[in-house]
């Protein structure tokens, strides 16, 4: 048993008016009588507790009805703990050995409700991809030291080439983690996806740092970023406006109300992923602007088709 599970036990007892005393700790939890007296003094001194002793019945109480301890009676801190450990095993950390400690120590440290919390919060996303904790760790260290980093890498379309690059942002992005940095190889900013990292190494520190453009981050929609091309327009009817009313595409985003649903305006820079999400919708998603993303959409609907005659 952790300190802090036979303070909570303690508390319990003064809180129920059962006068408990040192040796109460020392013979429920098999302690030494120093150690005993320790943790009644933690409780006094370090969390100023309200504690009083009794002569006549031989045990503490508290001077205060209204005393709790850190993190008693809180549920929402601990469903924000619990929460954060859970997104991190959707994030693909949940193999790393600090997010083992962390969950323990958790375990050991906010309450004894914590355990019952974590196997009652449900956090899933899809497509989410687990990461080599060594692969991940060094390309954190490179990140955190301010040194090159070399890797290997295989492409989406399976080619595999050596890079060496200064790692400047770690991103998540829907449950895929991407790594923003300079590549010496094509002397320009790159977006890499780290499942596709295969061995990763530190180098030497980095002299001479290549900032990012702040468009590469944020200036248009999805993973897929560069400088604004245009502004798409999608009008969304039925279930689709309702749900699309709600969410949160990109920061620079507009929605109009009309009579069958909404109409959503947002910067693009890449066709990829928007076009993804307007077919994700089906009938209920219609491109209002521009007509070439319209063709593009037109386009991939007609190779769906053609896949089902």
């Known amino acids: 048993m952790s300190r802090l599970e036979r303070i909570y036990s303690f508390h319990q007892k003064l809180k129920n008016n059962s006068f ?3 040796t109460t700790l020392k013979e429920e939890f098999e302690l030494s009588r120093a150690t005993a007296h320790r943790d009644i003094s933690y409780m006094r ?5 309200p504690l009083a002793f009794d002569s006549t019945r031989k045990g503490f109480y508290y001077t205060e009805d209204d005393f709790t301890l850190p993190f008693e009676d809180s549920p929402k801190l601990l469903f924000l703990m619990g929460l954060l450990n859970k997104m991190a095993d959707e994030a693909g950390l949940g193999g790393l050995p600090e997010m083992k400690k962390l969950e323990k120590r958790l375990t050991e440290l906010i309450a004894p409700g914590y355990e019952r919390l974590m196997d009652n919060v449900l956090c899933q996303w899809i497509e989410v991809e687990s990461l080599t904790p060594s692969i991940f760790e060094t390309i954190v260290e490179a990140v955190l ?10 492409s989406a379309e399976a080619e595999r080439s050596s890079r060496s690059l200064e790692p400047q942002r770690l991103i998540n992005y829907q449950g895929r983690w991407y790594l923003l940095a300079y590549c010496f190889l094509r002397r320009d900013h790159r977006l890499f996806h780290m499942a596709r990292i295969e061995t990763a190494a530190t180098g030497k520190k980095i002299s001479t740092p290549h900032p990012a453009p702040d468009f590469l981050l944020d200036e248009a929609f999805g993973i897929f970023t560069g400088k604004l091309r245009y502004h798409a327009k999608i009008a969304f009817t039925g279930t689709a406006a309702e749900l699309v009313r709600k969410q ?6 507009k929605i ?21 999400k307007i077919l994700q919708y089906g009938s209920m998603a219609q491109v209002l602007e521009p007509e070439s993303l319209r063709e593009k959409v037109r386009l991939e609907i007609k190779k769906m088709l053609e896949c089902y005659l």
């Open 20 to 22: 408990p005393n040192a």
């Open 45 to 49: 001194d370090r969390l100023l507790a």
């Open 145 to 154: 030291k301010d040194r090159i980093l070399e890797i290997n890498y295989r």
């Open 248 to 253: 949160h595409w990109h920061k620079n985003q």
């Open 256 to 276: 109009k109300e009309q009579d069958r649903g909404i109409v959503l305006s947002l910067p693009v820079n890449d066709d990829r992923e928007i076009t993804m």
